[in-house]
């Protein structure tokens, strides 16, 4: 049974509840026919209609846990008890052609068959409507009665003449006064696409329907029950005896009767229209509901005869697998279209010789693969633009780099996401695509205002009617064309174009990680050339340094030098470049062939760091570094120092004593004071001065300050000052596994 949540007794239907209305389990029937429920294998009748009298003669008393016999007669009851036993699926089957006993003499009636379940057992269901209709009822029979429309729908080229030949051809069949055929959106509001109808009738063709028309509950048995005929808008309901099952204590789930009484609310609604009689029959793609046959008729009650229903419901059928296979055959056509601009795009993204936004954005580029009014690539350190650029761009990517989903596609923004729609007022519609690192690839459309014309005032479904002394709810009495001006929506993004684009991300980090591969190898060997191959040697001192990358493998702008001056003195550097990669490793080159050329022509250390600050204004104005320069004389252990951003060197004293030098700090280079501040310091005998970068003392799990703490302790021989100090002893103590940078250590030691 499906799952619903019930009404209270004795709460009344109207439009606040109707999508909760338990419309599969209604009690009762359309009285144009009689359902009993019996059980198996006695045939012992468990539940029967009320108005089983006025068909059959027999009153429900009579007919109550009586043998089927006493309702249909012993001949019958012997034509279903063998059609039973011969068949597995009833349904397959239907209908059985009986002969039944009335007061008025022998009555032919269709027998429709199915079972149900109660408790651990199952019941029997028999429906019996009065025989119309060509006789006998069978397979040939129906085909023949649709076969030149099958065949008109095989030659169709187009969607358009498929819908037009199946209402044409339905309302020929079925005799009622006007067919439809009616197409879902994506949130189920329905429009009118073909239309076969009397000529005195207005016209619905293009009109479109809401979504509320069809609740949910309804919707989900238009896919279970694929024909569904309400024979006299104006039925009385025939109520089921007992109303209750017993082994459940729940009402029979009638959703494949084909006599299941429907909706009061949508008879309501009917009659609004003016609609006598309506048959419906389902339109599915891979069984989920696509659209509907919509029949009315607004002479009086109309019943087709069995056989034609089962004819229109197997056209439908027909126009169901037509529609699916040109529906496929149209995606198949755009995947094969998409899936060349990929491979166009793919293939420029993966040549490295050219700037990977560039490659996605020249040519057709990103807006071949999805139409848009503008794309944006924000890759591999560059933003770049095609077409309609935002406004409030850098909001938007930042939007982007926070969502949650890999995916994300907006149609209407200023409904679905007011604050960034707020700030970027010329996008209605974004697909966006995003990459690790704060990288994204984003379509982004205009408003696109159109206009829906509705049968009806969607929005005003409250129509107060009164009743006696109440007032309830009922359905909209007009369905007079209403036209909706829709504002703040962009063009929808096709399932065809987000699959397109979700294939792309798929692929861009493949590209992204041969690129980054490419880029890490580059700046390797960058920083490799850079780095000094050897360092110094002097009489009573030792320089030793050490390079880690980060985490990952991703080289930074780290360096340090070490360069035995003309004047005898020594010069010992570390630096930091702010990032990681191909660009961090080459403006650590510039800076770090600057620096040496500094040094050579003698500059001190603050003209060193004052030349380096403006080497990186006025070549690299969006790069940022740091810096700490020593000059020390190896004969007295006199040192020079400035420092620019760069976390403060480590002296350590004679006695052992580990000291954060205090001296002076200019800002980092990019941003320095240009004058940056001089300092001096004495490296005494048996001491040290360390060199680091911010990677050895700094992480996502240490605070800065417990990262210098724990720097001293490792240089600190306090316990004996005639301890050595090792490099890869202090890096062991200070290494972190939770940094994300990567670090740089230098010590130079004296000698006692």
């Known amino acids: 049974m499906t799952e619903v949540t019930f009404l209270a007794p004795g709460e009344p239907v109207d439009l606040d509840n109707c999508a909760r209305e338990p419309i599969h389990v209604p009690g009762s029937i359309q009285p144009r026919g009689v359902l009993l429920a019996v059980t198996e294998p006695d045939l012992v009748v468990a539940h029967v209609s009320e108005n089983v009298g006025d068909l059959l003669g027999p009153p429900v008393d009579a007919v109550l846990g009586r043998p089927l016999a006493r309702a249909v007669g012993a001949d019958a009851e012997a034509a279903v008890r ?17 002969t039944v006993p009335t007061p008025d003499g022998d009555l032919e009636v269709d027998a429709v068959l199915h079972r149900l379940a109660s408790g651990d057992s199952t019941l029997l269901v028999v429906e019996l409507e009065p025989a119309t209709g060509p006789r006998p009822f069978s397979f040939p029979n129906t085909y023949q009665a649709v ?16 819908y037009d030949i199946t209402a044409r051809e339905v309302r020929a069949l079925t005799g009622f006064d006007r067919v439809m055929v009616y197409r879902f959106d994506a949130e189920y509001n329905g429009e009118v696409v073909a239309e076969a109808r009397r000529e005195d009738l207005n016209a619905f063709l293009g009109l479109h329907y809401p979504a509320s028309d069809i609740p949910p509950q309804a919707r989900a048995l238009y896919e279970k029950n694929w024909l569904r005929l309400i024979s006299d808008v104006a039925y009385t ?25 429907v909706s009061p609310i949508h008879c309501e609604y009917l009659g609004n229209m003016g609609v006598a009689a ?30 034609v ?68 690539a924000q890759v591999d350190g560059a933003v770049q633009t095609a077409g309609v650029v935002p406004v409030g761009l850098p909001a938007l990517l930042t939007w982007v780099a926070e969502q949650a989903d890999d995916v994300v596609v907006r149609a209407a923004l200023g409904e679905e996401e007011p604050a960034l729609a707020a700030q970027v007022p010329d996008v209605a519609g974004v697909l966006a695509l995003r990459l690790p690192d704060g990288q994204s690839v984003v379509w982004v459309r205009r408003e696109q205002v159109h206009h829906v014309d509705w049968g009806g005032d969607p929005h005003n479904k409250a129509i107060a009617r009164r009743e006696g002394d109440t007032v309830r709810l009922s359905p909209r009495l007009s369905f007079d064309l209403w036209r909706e001006t829709v504002r703040g929506r962009s063009a929808p993004w096709d399932a065809h174009h987000v699959e397109a684009a979700t294939e792309l991300r798929s692929r861009l980090l493949e590209v992204l990680v041969l690129r980054s591969r490419t880029q890490l190898r580059a700046a390797q060997t960058v920083q490799r050339s850079l780095l000094p191959a050897s360092l110094p040697v002097l009489d009573g001192w030792h320089v030793d340094a050490r390079y880690e990358p980060a985490a990952g493998g991703r080289v930074g702008g780290d360096w340090f030098d070490a360069l035995l001056l003309p004047d005898g003195r020594l010069a010992v550097v570390v630096g930091d470049v702010a990032g990681h990669g191909l660009a961090a490793a080459a403006a650590m080159g510039q800076l770090r062939n600057a620096l040496r050329a500094y040094l050579l022509r003698g500059d001190s250390p603050t003209q060193v760091l004052a030349g380096l600050d403006l080497v990186a204004r006025w070549t690299m104005p969006f790069e940022m570094a740091t810096a700490v320069v020593a000059l020390v004389d190896p004969a007295t252990g006199h040192a020079d120092v400035a420092v620019a951003g760069h976390p403060r060197p480590v002296l350590l004293h004679a006695d052992g004593r580990a000291e ?3 001296l002076p700090v200019d800002r980092p280079l990019g941003v320095g004071s240009g004058t940056p501040p001089a300092a001096t310091l004495q490296v005494p005998a048996g001491g040290a001065l360390v060199l680091y970068s911010d990677g050895l003392v700094d992480s996502r799990a240490t605070r800065l300050r417990d990262g210098l703490a724990r720097l001293r302790a490792a240089v600190d021989r306090t316990d004996d000052p005639t301890r050595p100090l090792r490099i890869d002893d202090v890096l062991d103590a200070c290494r972190d596994e939770a940094a994300a940078d990567d670090l740089t250590l230098l010590v130079l030691c004296r000698e006692a």
């Open 82 to 98: 063998q059609h039973v036993a011969t068949w597995g699926n009833l349904r397959d089957r239907n209908p059985l052609q009986l």
């Open 147 to 162: 076969r030149g429309a099958v065949e008109r729908l095989n030659r169709a080229h187009g969607l358009d003449e498929l």
């Open 237 to 261: 309901p025939a109520r089921l005896v007992p109303g209750l099952d017993g082994p459940t204590g729940l009402p029979l789930d009638l959703t494949h009767a084909v006599l299941r009484s």
């Open 278 to 307: 309506s048959m419906s029959i389902s339109l599915l793609r891979d069984g989920r509901l696509w659209g509907l046959i919509a029949c009315h008729h607004y002479a009086g009650p109309h019943v087709p005869p069995y056989g």
């Open 309 to 376: 229903r089962a004819a229109a419901e197997f056209l439908g059928s027909t126009l169901s697998l037509r529609l699916v296979a040109r529906v496929e055959e149209d995606e198949h056509r755009e995947r094969l279209t998409a899936s060349d601009a990929l491979g166009r795009l793919l293939e420029a993204a993966r040549d490295e010789d050219r700037p990977l936004a560039q490659a996605l954005l020249d040519g057709p580029g990103l807006l071949g693969l999805v139409p848009a009014d503008g794309a944006v």
């Open 660 to 662: 954060l030098v205090s």
